[in-house]
């Protein structure tokens, strides 16, 4: 009896724990480079504000809903670039005071919905 209660409290329990598991992983990916993760209203959020970064992110989960990179040198957004590192399900996207001077018009490619773009006090 008592065998049938463990396998049962454990079968009842994996999901939430499998669940958990995962949902750390997308944080401490992120928390390993410049940016920070983390829930935000309900979106997974990677701020990565005054980085230092020249570039868009990498490895950062493809589930992110929500890039913040205001603050940093990313001087262009070339072709494609946020399908390039896997940023496909982005609904807001903020780059402000990124310095950049370039954006190619199939930059954003890809980024099918996104909702809310922020390039303000860029060159």
Known sequence: ??????LITLLLWAPIVSH?????DWVTV???????CKWVSGQK???????GLTS????????MQVLDLSNNKILEMNKDVFREVGLINLHKLIARSCSIELV????????EILIELDLSDNN
Do not use: H, V, W
């Open 45 to 51: 959020t990677a701020e990565c504000i005054n980085s």
């Open 56 to 63: 868009i992110p990498k490895n950062l989960s493809n589930e």
């Open 20 to 24: 958990s598991a995962s949902e750390l």
């Open 104 to 111: 190619d018009k199939d930059a954003f490619r890809g980024l």
């Open 30 to 36: 992120c928390n390993q480079q410049t940016c920070r």
């Open 1 to 6: 009896m008592i065998y049938l209660y463990t």
